[in-house]
């Protein structure tokens, strides 16, 4: 459900057919699954974690109540909040996917075991085993190897004919979002100078 879903197309419906104002005579809870489509019997009964979406204390309350049991770590966010984070897991999961994709096919190219690689990665690779690497706001990637290592690989890559599109996005997007902060700090440094 995109977010805004619940509160634009939801809850009016529900407050047509009812008669009742949301917040007032009824809470609403949006609750993502995470339920993965193999097991997904085994993750209902012993989910990793529990995300309740309320924009209303009492409703968000009741439901946290019901999966106390679970003895899964509980996450509280607003409806929209909630909507957005299911997106996030998803797409998540889908970059990692096909990140890991482009790179076996370059692997297979190269006579390259990707199994032991890839796992060499999961053990070494911050991103991986640090689970909040790369969530706070700290802009874009720099310091000493990330920049030079993905510009290296992609241009190394590039001129041995793989295809790198999803590299290739990335240092553009790190690059964009690196010009949009120097343009915002030129400005402000503007605005202090004629101050």
Known sequence: MPPGTTNTRI????????GKTAG??????????????AVAEADFDRPWVILIGADDQKAGDMVEELYRPFHAPIERLTIEEAEAQK????????????FFN???AICKKEGWDSDKIFQAVAQSC????????????????????LPK?????????TKKGHALGI????????????????????RIENLRERA
């Open 102 to 104: 482009e790179l076996r």
């Open 24 to 37: 007032r005579d009824f809470g609403i809870v949006m609750q993502p699954e995470f339920l993965r489509q």
């Open 126 to 145: 911050e991103g991986i085993w640090n689970p909040i690497y790369g969530l706070r706001d700290f802009g874009p990637f720099g310091g000493a190897c």
């Open 167 to 186: 590299l290739g996005a990335v240092i553009e997007q790190n690059k964009r979002y690196a010009d949009l902060l120097t343009e915002i700090k030129s």
């Open 11 to 18: 809850v009016p419906l529900i407050e047509k057919v009812s």
């Open 87 to 98: 997106y996030c897991h998803n797409l998540y999961n889908a970059v990692k996917i096909a």
């Open 149 to 157: 290592d993905t510009q290296g690989f992609y241009d190394w890559g």
